[in-house]
């Protein structure tokens, strides 16, 4: 039997092959009679297509087709997400189309697709398409799209709003504010960030003539998803005709949950053609084509009692949701977002408000952390700012609010199963030194630095989702997950899952569970994920979902193997199934020293000579479907410092501790490299990140790394990180999930850090991303205030 | 990128006659601006002229108290260099600070000066140390050389081979770097010569220049106290997303106090 592989530090599997080289993603898939694709895109934030002439490209060499929207009349792309405002009335769901329809509503918005034999006559080509614009004026800002006579993008939509939509008891939450002895309130604006995966987007069609079938491989988070949406919604096709492969993935950060516009024109452009069709995303095109994240606009307040006890939050958000209803922007601000305004406290009653609006930008949707860093941020900074006010100590207000009995009814829907949130806070006070900070402030001082330190106790609702309470909530599709464990005649073992990985390492995560509880050697178990032609099903990879849900998935088919194991090995060693015990890979008959492995077992099951065939079939393959009863809570407390020269604005990270809970885990060091990139991704949307739209042109400022910020290994501390388990309540594993922690966390904690150190000028507030410009600024902005 | 014509000349000569024929062609000469730019069909030159292969344009020379760069000598050479390091070693340190480890090993001293972008370094140090520009046809002082955004004094069929650099008594260069790009959003060259002291600056407007008033000052007294502050008018320097006008103005006055800093060593 092997040592215990679940909590061992395994390196990744995976690693291998991306480090040499030898991965194969989207663009590396070459087909034969391949053609390639470039899109023609607006350049303008709201425009009329007046006409678009394609001659000249058609004529162009090697041009093999040039479609726009007359030619490519399907569905529109679906929102997976229906949400009902709070007049009852279902959100506003205007035609998403993949090739634009009389009008372009941002800068990027795809127009006309030219395909040709190769990738350079292809872009020739598209240089020569001529579009006539009527160009109309723009509104890309979240607070000025409601404004009056603001331009209007969508006739079904008056007033540019999608719905307005609240949760919580609003009369009893200005009754607990009536009563208050102190409110705090803030303004925060949660800044637009642009996802940057390291692998742009990438999608290449195939039709076959041969059974009238297509396949489509994809850089996607989710197959099965992309699949069902665009088969049943988009273009009609019948599911079992379409394959849908996401082989290596180059990171998704949620940006490739979606179905995109690319992906159907070039599977359906594949059938116009008869030859498969290539289309790589650009750098700068991803920029202007990717779903973008956040940008939420939000007053909190925070009713306490004279000790600081919360008594009621109130919340209105203004959520902007881009030019269209991107796969899951509706839910973002609503479902994955108010339900987690309790936090990590027993706020009685809490009301949210939040209204969703279009503008002239890039579609907005889930990114790593989805609602929940919104959220967080809300929370975790008025609450510091209420301990300012109150005059507490960050720490000790946190602590007099926790919620302490599990489980939890929140008064925002969610039950959150377990935790401890004191475990969590203290260690990371005593990892992060705090006792020893105004020591180190005082040596700053003396530099002429200003140091701070700020707190996020942060939680989120992960394992998305009981699919029940999806569907009451609005979701239009299960939330569940799907697994398959398939023994091998001669004892090694293949699992098929509907989770999908794309820089997390599940082929060695979930191999670790499996080979764990097969007593297999680590080595003896692939991972098979990403084809659906391969796998049973699968709801995809997002909301830190794989582990608490495709991992149980797995779990219960391996439950299933190892109960037929039993049948077999009674027969095998003649004795009843239910003197058979079972641990890691070995059959005992109870009280004797007789015993079966797995290998032997699978063996029989595949060579059934001597095999009970009247009562059981032959074969050792089992899958399970696995929908969680409950979704999982991590949680955990960060504490950050940072070091701030006003002379130039710039801010240092000097320390960033984070204590997570994510239950069990699986494999510490994987785990590790979670919350770090998580982290980063955090510090990114604090400290650097900020997508800019120019607010009379309406044109992307940040579209490229010359003025987008992407947080680099400079920006960043040596990260300290720990772990405290509570475990999951409802899962066997007893896992949570982690992927998208650290990019909720960090944010507050940072802002909660910068504004401790500017509390000299009397600054509470400053906005995301506290550039040095921004800083400089808001200091020399607080200084005149002062002076005059 | 479009598709275009590569030649790699071996002698200076066979670079001249290549690009008295090419009128849409384009010098190479490390390619760490000019090949981002084809890459983005921003620039479609028909032909490039890579002078790579001109021997003669690389390496670095000491002759008495001067030191002569040749033109295609990457960064990362000066970075290195012994004599450079001895000699002059804010121009080591700013060779050594430019772009990452890649754009230091392709970058040329040459292709930067002759490029004139306005957030490049090595502009700082050829004006602030007062250096020689060496072409085919003559010898360009710093102070007659950069004219204005991408604009030098070069004309056509012209082409840099050597930056000649004068030693100084103390020189510093500090720069505030765009959080994004991570080019100069200001950089500050400072160097006490015999001939009184020099400040250069570079990212902050459309062409490296001069701070006049902070060399008066600190001709007068050579210390970090002495730089005075708000000598740059704003309405005269770049704005953008990372920086305006005023900021840029301010980070002038810190970072030419931080390049006496290092200059005097403290």
């Known amino acids: 039997m092997n040592a215990p592989l679940i909590g061992a530090r395994i390196e990744r599997k995976e690693d291998y092959r991306f480090l040499t080289g030898a991965g194969q993603y989207t663009d590396d898939v070459t087909l034969p009679g391949q053609t390639h694709a470039v899109f023609v895109r607006s350049p303008h934030a709201h425009a009329t297509l007046k006409s678009i002439d394609k001659s000249k490209a058609l004529k162009a060499p090697g041009v093999l087709a040039v479609f726009t929207g007359e030619d490519l009349k399907v569905g529109g792309l679906p929102c997976g997400w229906l949400i ?135 850089a996607s988070q989710n197959p099965h998803v992309e699949r069902l949406l665009m088969t049943a919604f988009v273009l009609g096709l019948p599911e079992h005709k379409v394959r849908v492969v996401a082989p290596d993935v180059g990171g998704g950060f949620g940006s490739k949950i979606y179905l995109y516009a690319e992906d159907v024109v070039v599977t359906w452009a594949s059938k116009q053609i008869n030859r498969p069709v290539k289309w790589t995303c650009e750098r700068s095109e991803s920029f202007v084509s990717d779903a973008h994240g956040r940008d939420h606009v939000t007053t909190v307040e925070l009713a306490m009692d004279k000790d600081g006890k919360f008594l009621g939050m109130r919340v209105k958000t203004t959520a902007n949701v881009g030019a269209y209803l991107s796969t899951f922007a509706s839910c973002v601000p609503t479902i994955l977002y108010a339900t987690l305004l309790a936090g990590q406290y027993t706020t009685p009653v809490i009301h949210c408000e ?64 377990t935790g401890d949130y004191e475990a969590t806070l203290s260690a990371a006070i005593k990892m992060a030194d705090v006792a020893g900070f105004p020591a180190r402030r005082k040596a700053s001082e003396a530099k002429g630095k200003l140091r701070g330190l700020g707190y996020a106790a942060y939680i989120e609702a992960c394992g998305i989702a009981p699919s029940n309470i999806a569907g009451a909530l609005g979701a239009r599709a299960g939330l569940f997950e799907a697994g398959e464990v398939r023994m091998h005649p001669t004892g090694s073992c293949t699992v098929f899952t509907g989770s999908h990985s794309h820089g997390q390492g599940h082929e ?10 097969l007593g297999l050697p680590i080595e003896s178990v692939d991972i098979v994920h990403g084809d659906t032609s391969k796998i049973l099903f699968g709801m995809g990879t997002y909301g830190s979902r794989s582990i608490a849900v495709g991992g149980t998935a797995i779990y219960k088919a391996l439950d299933k193997i190892i109960a037929k194991g039993k049948k077999i090995a009674a027969h095998l060693m003649e004795a009843a199934e239910t003197d058979i015990e079972y641990d890691r890979g070995v059959f005992k008959v109870a009280g004797t020293d007789k015993q079966k492995t797995i290998g032997e077992v699978s063996f029989a099951a595949y060579v059934p000579h001597n095999y009970p065939l009247d009562k059981l079939e032959p074969g050792l393959n089992e899958n399970a479907f696995y929908d969680p009863t409950n979704f999982t809570f991590p949680a955990g407390s960060y504490v950050c410092e940072v070091e701030i020269d006003p002379d130039t604005g710039v801010t240092k990270i000097e320390k960033f501790t984070a204590v997570d809970d994510f239950g069990n885990i699986i494999n510490p060091m994987i785990v590790e490299g979670q919350v770090h990139g998580g982290l980063t991704q955090g510090i990114g949307q604090a400290l650097l990140e900020g997508c800019k739209y120019d607010p009379e042109s309406g044109q992307l400022i940040t579209g490229s790394y010359m003025d987008y910020t992407m947080p680099r290994a400079d920006d960043v501390p040596n990260y300290q990180v720990d772990t405290r388990v509570t475990a999951c309540t409802h899962n066997p594993l007893g896992v949570k999930g982690c992927g998208e922690a650290g990019a909720i966390g960090a944010p507050a904690a940072l802002m909660n850090a910068i504004t401790d150190a500017l509390q000299v000028y009397g600054i509470n507030d400053l906005p995301m991303p506290a550039s040095p410009q921004t800083v400089w600024k808001t200091i020399q902005n607080a200084k005149q205030k002062k002076a005059a | ?24 062609g384009k010098i190479l000469a490390g390619g760490q601006s000019l090949v981002q730019a084809m890459k ?56 050594g600070g430019i772009g990452d480890r890649q754009v230091r090993h392709m970058g040329t001293i040459g292709g930067s000066v002759a490029n004139s972008d306005p957030a490049a370094c090595y502009p700082a140090a050829v004006l602030g140390l007062g250096a020689t520009i060496v072409t085919n046809k003559r010898k360009i002082a710093a102070d007659d ?81 002495a730089v005075p502050a708000d000598t740059i008018k704003a309405d005269t320097l770049n704005a953008d997303l990372h920086g305006s006008a005023e900021y840029r103005a301010h980070l002038i006055t810190v970072m030419a106090k931080r390049a006496v800093t290092q200059a005097v060593g403290k």
């Open chain 1, 84 to 218: 009902t405002d709070v007049n009852g009335q279902p959100m506003k769901e205007p035609v998403h189309p993949s090739l634009a329809q009389g009008k372009v509503r941002h800068v990027g918005d795809q127009v006309a697709v030219v395909i040709a034999e190769t990738l350079d006559q292809a872009q020739d080509a598209a240089g020569l398409v001529e579009v006539d614009y009527g160009v109309l004026p723009s509104v890309t800002s979240t607070d000025k799209a409601r404004a009056k006579g603001a331009p209007q993008l969508h006739e079904i939509a008056p007033d540019n709003t999608c719905y307005v939509w609240a949760i919580g008891d609003k009369a009893a939450c200005d009754a607990a504010f009536s009563k208050a002895a102190h409110v705090t309130k803030l303004d925060l604006v949660n800044n637009r960030l642009i996802p940057n995966a390291i692998e742009p987007r990438a999608a290449n069609g195939m039709y076959s003539r041969a059974d009238d079938s297509y396949t489509l491989y994809v």
């Open chain 2, 145 to 225: 050389f950069f004219k204005g955004l991408f604009e030098t004094a070069l004309e056509t069929g012209e082409l840099i081979t050597a930056v000649t650099f004068p030693t100084v008594k103390r020189a510093g260069y500090i720069k505030f770097k765009n959080p994004a790009s991570r080019f100069a959003l200001v950089g500050v060259f400072v160097a006490e010569t015999s001939g009184g002291v020099r400040v250069a600056v570079t990212g902050a407007a459309s062409c490296v220049f001069r701070a006049t008033a902070i060399e008066k000052a600190l001709t007068a007294k050579f210390d970090p106290d």
């Open chain 2, 1 to 24: 990128m479009h598709a275009f014509s590569y030649h790699k000349p071996s002698t200076l000569g066979d670079a001249l006659s290549l690009v008295a024929k090419q009128s849409e």
């Open chain 2, 40 to 95: 983005l069909r921003l620039a479609s030159p028909t032909d490039l002229i890579d002078l790579s292969g001109i021997k003669d344009l690389a390496g670095i020379k000491v002759e008495g108290s001067s030191v002569t760069i040749g033109a295609m000598t990457r960064h990362a050479d000066v970075e290195n260099n012994a004599d450079v390091k001895k000699m002059i070693p804010a121009l080591a340190r700013l060779a």
């Open chain 1, 354 to 417: 939040v209204t969703a609006v279009f503008t002239n930008t890039v579609p907005v949707d889930a990114y790593r952390g989805a609602g929940r860093p919104e959220a967080t941020y809300v929370v975790e900074r008025v609450v510091e700012q209420a301990a300012r006010e109150m005059k507490l100590d960050p720490a000790e207000i946190r602590r007099r609010n926790f919620i302490k009995t599990f489980p939890y009814q929140t008064p925002v829907a969610l039950m959150y199963d």
């Open chain 1, 508 to 517: 060695t995560t979930f191999a670790q569970v499996v080979a764990d509880r």
